[in-house]
């Protein structure tokens, strides 16, 4: 999946930031600049906007309901708060995120939730 250059709910430029890794590596995190109401995160290698490793949203500001998308083992985990390192949480089966229509993605997830 092509890293996306704007934020697909807002439309609005998505900041990096330089991310140093455990193992040492570098990695750019590009979040959503106007997050009010939504937050969107992306990695990605530096210099490999054509790979993206880990799509993350909100699904629920309220209870901080999250999903990720790991696209390097190909797993979607639904969580609350912040994940821990081993990303405990509800595993749905996997999907690559259509971001052209991102409310309905939210809708997707949340359904998911509910049947699970």
């Known amino acids: 999946m092509k890293t996306p250059i704007v934020c697909p709910k807002c439309h609005g430029p998505l900041l990096s930031t330089e991310v140093q890794l455990r193992t040492g590596a570098s990695i750019w995190k590009k979040t959503c600049a106007n997050k009010i109401d939504h937050v969107f995160t992306c990695l990605t290698k530096i210099g490999d906007d054509d790979t993206v490793d880990l799509i993350g949203i909100m699904i629920n500001r309220d209870v901080q309901l999250r999903a990720n998308w790991d696209f ?45």
């Open 72 to 116: 390097t083992r190909r797993q979607i985990k639904v969580h609350k708060g912040k994940p821990d390192l081993k990303l405990n949480g509800l595993d749905i089966p996997w999907f690559e995120p259509d971001l052209d229509q991102y409310d309905k993605l939210v809708d997707k997830i949340k359904k998911y939730v509910i049947f699970s």
